[in-house]
């Protein structure tokens, strides 16, 4: 979903969990500013295994998005 729109910036919110959605977005960009993760002490501290999941795997599917379409992290 688009939530944002300037000139030079579209901005996304979607999942880092859906790594189909990840490439496709990734390879229509020119570069990615990987600003998402699992937030918050009470969170993290209630669900820590679903929070770990989301920051790592969340950020290896933009690292291997960005890698397979050749773009900047």
Known sequence: MTVGRNRQVIFFQESILNAKKVNELSSESDGVFHLAAALGVKRILERP???F????????NVIRAASENKIKI
């Open 49 to 51: 295994l679903e929070s």
């Open 53 to 60: 999941i989301t920051n790592i795997h969340g950020s290896e």
